[in-house]
């Protein structure tokens, strides 16, 4: 493999800080692994002009809900068509298929579309050109192996991703950093500018109800009706009770740092046990530690009722 670029420590600390103005972003996303990634991609789809997303990528997974990793990424492909058909945006050029399986090993990637596409579009710019936003909200691979194939997009992207627990917490693991070891590992270790959300205790902050999404997605336009549909279905109305939208919390990290509040910290080291540890000598990376639910959900409804409204 090609060696791994080194970025100079000013160079690191400016892509860490969280951004100030409008971005470009592509969104990688498991999307009929439950239902929040639909909920996250409207909402990055509705959040112009401070987002730009120039891509969606099908990220693979594995549940009860499909047979194998590779079901579940054209099973998330076809959900990302049917979120698209609903918001009256062509997926032609802006939709790619993901990993059919994890990462065979510490340095094995899984060639992909998707993977094509993100080195292809970070390798259009210069490294001092402003990064490439890489928001992951499954398991890594896709993202994991465009850096293996292709080390020089660490200096022209940055990736915010939802995975793993709190560093403080007796286990790492939770789903997506479960699902691939391997990516997961790497993503800590290659140097690429990193914004990390953990799950439990920070994006599990995102609950939301059933009265709530009837009151404020439901009657929506067609996309807000969608979004209805499946949490009703999920939930099946279950009486005080809520469910976390937790990949919201990616997509309202780069709308507004103010909701999602974060320090810079060393990158922790993933053991093989699934536990973190830790060692100061290593490069730095930015963690969010806390989720402001409220204004994030306000900004998300305001948007489906404004693109009803206009639609």
């Known amino acids: ?21 409008p971005v470009r972003m592509v969104l990688d996303t498991d999307t009929f692994n439950e239902i929040d990634d639909q909920f996250a ?6 959040s112009r002009p401070m987002l730009t997303v120039e891509a969606l990528y099908a990220a693979p997974f594995l549940n009860p809900r499909v047979a194998s990793a590779a079901e579940g990424m054209e099973r998330s492909h ?7 058909e609903r918001m009256e945006r062509d997926p032609e050029g802006f939709v790619y298929r993901g990993s059919r399986d994890f990462l065979g090993g510490p340095s094995e990637p899984r060639e992909s579309a998707a993977a094509e596409d ?6 259009e710019g210069k490294p001092s050109d402003p990064p490439l936003y890489v928001a992951a909200i499954g398991a890594i691979t896709n993202v994991a192996s465009a850096i293996l194939m292709e080390p020089a997009i660490i200096e022209r992207i940055v990736v915010v991703w939802l995975g793993g627990q709190p560093y403080h917490w007796p286990s790492a693991r939770d789903f997506n950093l479960g699902q691939d070891l391997h990516a997961s590992r790497y993503l800590f270790d290659c140097g690429v500018p990193l914004a990390h959300i953990p799950c439990l205790g920070v ?13 404020w997605a439901a009657g929506q336009g067609r996309i807000g009706d969608y979004l209805a549909g499946i949490f009703e279905e999920f939930t099946g109305g279950q009486a005080a009770w809520a469910k976390e939208i937790w990949d919201l919390s990616a997509v ?13 910290t060393h990158s922790p ?7 973190w540890s830790r060692d100061e000598s290593r490069h730095f990376i930015r963690v969010v530690s806390y989720v402001r639910r409220n204004p994030i959900f306000q900004d998300l409804f305001a948007k489906l009722a404004e693109f009803a409204e206009t639609s």
């Open 118 to 123: 993100l080195i292809r579009r970070a390798m």
């Open 269 to 275: 080291l993933l053991n093989d046990q699934c536990t």
């Open 41 to 46: 991609v409207a909402y990055a789809l509705l």
């Open 252 to 264: 309202a990290f780069l709308i507004n740092s103010r909701w999602t509040p974060s320090q810079v």
């Open 1 to 21: 493999m090609p060696s791994l670029p080194e970025l100079s420590p000013a160079l690191r600390f400016e892509r860490l800080a969280p951004p100030k103005g």
């Open 78 to 84: 076809e959900e990302l068509h049917r979120i698209l």
């Open 203 to 215: 994006a599990s902050h995102l609950l939301t109800s059933g009265p709530e999404i009837a009151r």
